[in-house]
């Protein structure tokens, strides 16, 4: 029992989901057994095992804020491109934008806004005409039946073309619903609530899941709903929108997969992987 509990709170140290599991298993078994000494030994397990998720939780926040503060001292307070887009606009945007970049999404997006002014005609138009409007943007023909079943599917739920009915939800229902539409994960769901339904979340891209993970915000086996929902909790509301971009412009400029820049970063002297050259 002794080694059982001493490896959990070894992995507890590099993994929190572990040790929050092993902390529900430890009380469970508690409940459920009567021998006092075990009682005993497993209170005390269980109650230092919370410590350490507690006090691991309290070191990323810090984490979080330090890195914050140091990418709006570098970068400055970012505007996002697409600040003023209604709920729809943002949702067809980023769809636009999955597998490509904004230099190829943003001039899709235009296009199709120029082609047909409303998301109605959007709707009533022709699957091949959108491909050919937003071709630039990569994927078309994909992107193009997406945005059709996202429209109808929207129009046919909400009885018209508007997502404003998801700012009066709770956080998780308005989730819930983006994330019921085709071929929206969870950042392209957490785009849409923090920038266009006045919601904090906190969307994850390739580069936040990769720097993040270099910086020890989140486990190196998490998944991207995890990394949302743990990212989620770890960054402050009123820091949201700014990490988010920042976090982004470092991945991007000079936190590369290969080969980052660790001498030139911003957050070098608070990364615990800027001695690794190949920065996992």
């Not at 572990?18 to 005390?44: D, E, M, Q, T």
């Amino acid at each position: 029992m002794q080694f059982a509990y001493q490896g959990a709170t070894k992995r507890a140290r590099i993994d929190l989901a572990s040790a929050a599991a092993y902390h529900a298993h430890a009380v469970s078994f508690v409940r459920h057994r009567n021998a006092p000494g075990i009682r005993r030994y497993l209170y005390s397990a269980a109650w230092q095992l919370k410590n350490v998720c507690t006090n691991q939780i309290m070191r990323r926040k810090a984490l979080v804020l330090k890195a914050a503060e140091l990418l709006e001292g570098e970068y400055g307070l970012p505007r996002w491109e697409h600040a003023e887009h209604d709920p729809i606009s943002t949702l067809i945007g980023t769809i636009l934008s999955q597998n490509t970049s904004d230099r190829n999404s943003i001039p899709a997006f235009n296009a199709l806004r120029r082609r047909y002014p409303s998301w109605d005609k959007v709707l009533t138009a022709r699957e091949k005409d959108i491909a050919e409007t937003i071709r630039r943007g990569g994927l078309p023909n994909v992107k193009a039946r997406r945005i059709k079943e996202v429209l109808r599917q929207i129009y046919n739920r909400a009885g018209g073309l508007s997502l404003d009915f998801l700012k009066g939800m709770p956080k998780e229902e308005a989730r819930d619903f983006l994330l019921s539409l085709p071929g929206v994960g969870w950042k392209t769901a957490s785009v849409v609530m923090l920038f266009s339904l006045g919601m904090p979340a906190f969307p994850v891209d390739t580069h936040i899941f990769r720097v993040s993970k270099r910086l020890g915000l989140i486990p190196q086996s998490a998944t991207l709903e995890e990394a949302h929902r743990l990212l989620d909790r770890l960054v402050p509301d009123e820091k949201k929108a700014s990490f988010h971009i920042n976090l982004i412009r470092l991945g991007r400029e000079v936190c590369h997969p290969k080969n980052p820049e660790c001498e030139r970063c911003a957050l070098n002297r608070i990364c615990p992987s800027r001695r690794n050259v190949q920065c996992p």
